[in-house]
């Protein structure tokens, strides 16, 4: 089988790690903003308030995105740019910008894919407890009603949030990522509960006002790769991948099987017995409303952690290849997660993040030169035509990301992106060979790969 004439091929970003502007034009400040201008949160000090100054150079991006033959385009909304304050008083300039944005992306033959939250808590609504406080959900309905009046007729699909498992995990479990807090279990099961409604209200919001648009969301999780092909491994890797045991609230099913199911995921109950969220008949039919699509971030398979300190990660050896980030490369990924989601719950696959990280530079020839991406972008590509050619569904393929960008905790030493940001000439940007490569990718519908 090929991939079909309709597939979205892409590329995504998210609206801290690139528009920057975070002060102007009637935008209030997000967690992202506030708690690392608080210093000794992000590598270097580093922060997003110019990152990619995408708010002030997006008509270049747009054409860039062109000129590449992005068929799709995944973005995020910055709910403080819309709401300020989180509820209430709406930004009107914020809101043009993403109209503007979507018009630009329709008339450049580009789908426009927006995700309602990628991170960026409204510091407003943070101070009164984020996503602990049970009118949360409330919120997030205000905030969903708003995007979607302003842009669901320019919208071609939504999606609610992007990785539960990684601002809940990082920024409320480990402290990592912001808010940067380390929450007991039964506040992160409550947690749990809010976003879950959230979600759910969400949905509704968008089924109303957006009805010809494609919804799900965009999470990441537990992907064991098998150690083999044989039906033994790959069921060991299967089950593996669907525990939340080991992961709990960074796992997969920890989420997706009450959205995607209308249940708990095994062992919840066995885990938490009594402290476990409980919803009503009503809320459970909010939560686990038909999807469109399950969307999956997709960069390596799961390891076992902490890896031991004498010896390799479940997929490393001596001289395997990683990423700049120290991930591995293990293709087969793509492959392995289409086919167990889908397996799981029905629906069919879009890759909403993929990419390498790299430590690129502009070099003596005016270009950049990014040989690993393309040969990464090449094996993993393969494994998702593995899994097209065995008749799994896959909507499409976002590539993280459009361009190098603030990664978080991170700072700017990762560039993941198919161009190339020079931080420190105006954010001027270079198109690297490897978006060139995927532009040939693209004009081929995968049938070069």
């Known amino acids: 089988m090929a991939f079909s004439k309709d597939f979205l091929w892409g590329a ?18 997000s967690i992202w903003d506030t708690l690392v ?3 000794g ?39 403080s740019r819309v709401l300020p304050e989180g509820t209430g008083r709406v930004n009107e300039k914020g809101l043009q910008f993403y109209r503007d944005l979507c018009d630009a992306l329709i008339e450049a033959g580009i789908k426009p894919l927006v995700t309602l939250y990628h991170w960026d808590l409204p510091t407003a609504l943070y101070k009164k407890g ?48 912001a ?25 509704t919001v968008l089924r109303k006002n957006c009805p010809g648009a494609l919804v799900g969301l965009a999470p990441t999780g537990d992907c064991y790769l098998p150690k083999d092909d044989s039906p033994e491994a790959v069921e060991e890797a299967r089950r593996r991948s669907l525990s939340i045991r080991d992961k709990l609230f960074m ?71 990683k990423t700049a980030f120290g991930w591995n490369f293990t293709p087969q990924a793509l492959y392995y997660s289409s086919k167990f989601w889908y397996e799981r719950y029905g629906l069919p696959v879009l890759i909403t993040e993929n990419g390498y990280a790299g430590t690129d530079h502009v070099m003596l020839d005016g270009r950049v030169h990014d040989p690993q991406r393309q040969d990464f972008l090449h094996r993993y590509l393969l494994e998702l035509k593995r899994a097209v050619d065995e008749g799994i569904p896959v909507l499409g393929y976002q590539y993280w990301s459009i361009m190098d960008n603030f990664e978080w905790a991170d700072g700017y030493d990762p560039r993941f992106g198919l161009v190339y940001v020079d931080y420190h000439n105006n954010c001027e940007r270079t198109v690297k060979d490897s978006a060139l490569w995927y532009r040939d990718v693209i004009a081929a519908n995968g049938e070069n790969l």
């Open 12 to 29: 995504a970003s998210a609206a801290p790690q690139i528009e920057g502007a975070w002060n102007e034009d009637g935008r209030g400040e």
């Open 37 to 39: 201008h608080e210093g």
């Open 41 to 79: 949160h992000v590598k270097h000090g580093e922060n997003c308030d110019v990152a990619c100054d995408h708010y002030h150079r997006w008509k270049e991006d747009v054409a860039i995105m062109k000129e590449l033959g992005l068929k799709s385009y995944r973005f995020s909304v910055s709910w």
């Open 130 to 177: 984020g996503w602990k406080n049970p009118e949360s959900p409330r919120w997030f309905e205000e905030y969903a009603e708003l995007v979607s009046k302003a842009l669901g007729d320019r919208v071609y699909g939504w999606m609610t949030f992007n990785e539960f498992q990684v601002f809940v995990g990082l920024g409320m479990m480990i402290g990592m990522h």
């Open 179 to 203: 808010p940067f807090e380390r929450n007991d279990t039964d506040t992160l099961i409550g947690v749990t509960k809010n976003l879950l409604l959230a979600h759910g209200r969400a949905v």
């Open 251 to 321: 796992s997969n099913t920890w989420w997706a099987d009450p959205i995607f199911l209308g249940r708990y995921p095994e062992e919840a109950e066995e885990l938490f017995g009594e402290r476990m969220y409980r919803l009503s008949k009503e809320e459970w039919a909010s939560v686990s409303q038909k999807l469109d699509f399950y969307g999956y971030n997709c960069y390596q398979g799961t390891m076992d952690y902490p890896p031991p300190a004498d010896g390799y990660d479940n997929y490393g050896y001596q001289g395997c290849p």
